[in-house]
């Protein structure tokens, strides 16, 4: 980088470090996720790639609630759950503060009827994913007494006795 005329030497030297920095902190940071040391949370903005939460050997994508129906304290939770890992993971609890009881349900169709059931475990296969959308398997909400906040964050506890705190972003009704 050439120092301009009009530039003090000062201006000119946080230029060029700046720039080594910023390239520094790109690699560090690459190297970092590309090796799975980094624990990381993206948030993504309207027409962008989902937010990704990985602790290994669970990453977890696009996790987002329902603001529940007005007069109602009842919702719904979604995200894909991936097992990064070589053995099967369970999934058996699901809890947070600002929420009543959690549990996972499973949208069932028989004919003309549906019905929900309560699934005790959700058993994520080593390297598999189980995405949990509307219509299918999905968290089952009760208890909502306001209004969520913008983020909420559930706490998934599974059968090895492992625990991950995941922020959940809210959507409104009309929302996906």
């Given at each position: 980088m050439t120092m301009r005329s009009n530039q003090s030497p000062r201006a000119h030297?946080?230029?060029v470090l700046g720039r080594g920095a910023g390239l520094l902190l790109v690699l560090l940071v690459s190297t970092a996720a590309s090796i799975g040391?980094?624990?990381?949370?993206?948030?993504?903005?309207?027409g962008t790639a989902p937010p990704v939460v990985e602790a290994y050997p669970l990453r977890v994508t696009d996790p987002r609630?329902?603001?529940p129906l007005p007069g109602t304290t009842r919702t719904a939770g979604y995200l894909v759950l991936e097992n990064l890992g070589p053995e099967a993971?369970?999934?058996?609890?699901?809890?947070s503060p600002l929420l009543g009881r959690i549990e996972?349900?499973?949208t069932l169709k028989s004919g003309d009827?549906?019905?929900m059931e309560r699934i005790d475990q959700l058993v994520l296969p080593a390297g598999g994913a189980v995405t949990l959308e509307p219509g299918g398997k999905h968290l089952m909400i009760f208890g909502v007494t306001a209004p969520l906040p913008a983020e909420i964050s559930i706490t998934?506890?599974?059968?090895s006795g492992k625990e991950q705190a995941i922020p959940f972003r809210t959507f409104g009704v009309t929302e996906s």
């Amino acid at each position: 980088m050439t120092m301009r005329s009009n530039q003090s030497p000062r201006a000119h030297a946080a230029g060029v470090l700046g720039r080594g920095a910023g390239l520094l902190l790109v690699l560090l940071v690459s190297t970092a996720a590309s090796i799975g040391i980094w624990r990381f949370v993206t948030r993504s903005a309207a027409g962008t790639a989902p937010p990704v939460v990985e602790a290994y050997p669970l990453r977890v994508t696009d996790p987002r609630v329902r603001q529940p129906l007005p007069g109602t304290t009842r919702t719904a939770g979604y995200l894909v759950l991936e097992n990064l890992g070589p053995e099967a993971l369970v999934l058996v609890a699901a809890e947070s503060p600002l929420l009543g009881r959690i549990e996972i349900h499973e949208t069932l169709k028989s004919g003309d009827r549906v019905r929900m059931e309560r699934i005790d475990q959700l058993v994520l296969p080593a390297g598999g994913a189980v995405t949990l959308e509307p219509g299918g398997k999905h968290l089952m909400i009760f208890g909502v007494t306001a209004p969520l906040p913008a983020e909420i964050s559930i706490t998934f506890r599974l059968l090895s006795g492992k625990e991950q705190a995941i922020p959940f972003r809210t959507f409104g009704v009309t929302e996906s």
